[in-house]
């Protein structure tokens, strides 16, 4: 079983900066993804940025050029560093991990960490 547990959340000014961080336990199978989603009150989670196969990364239009997801291997947290933030980046974050182990597909969320942007 693999637990996914973010960190990193708070209340910033908009323009302000937060880096969240997602340490997984467990080690079972190999990574395929692994990734950043949020919620904000009333509206679907959406995809913020992910890293596929350990290498190329993928972010939301809305994100480009002011987030950056990094890792250094499959050992290490996940960050999501979020530059020049805005009100509407107001939502509940949530790590995400897509994984393969004995030919079947597994995937795990964390419970969520509020970042609150105020205008």
């Known amino acids: 079983q693999v637990q996914l547990v973010e960190s990193g959340g708070g209340l910033v000014q908009a323009g302000g900066s937060l880096r969240l961080s997602c340490v997984a336990s467990g080690s079972i199978g190999s990574i395929k993804r692994v990734g950043w989603y949020r919620q904000a009150p009333g509206q679907q989670r959406e995809l913020v940025a992910r890293?596929?196969?350990?290498?190329?990364?993928q972010y939301a239009d809305s994100v480009k050029g002011r987030f950056t997801i990094s890792r250094e291997n499959a050992k290490n947290p996940v960050y999501l560093q979020m530059n020049s933030l805005k009100p509407e980046d107001t939502a509940v974050y949530y790590c995400?991990?897509?994984?393969?182990?004995?030919?079947?597909?597994?995937?795990?969320w964390g419970l969520g960490t509020q970042v609150t942007v105020s205008s």
């Open positions: 995400n991990d897509n994984r393969r182990w004995l030919g079947k597909d597994y995937e795990y």
């Open positions: 890293i596929i196969s350990g290498s190329s990364t």
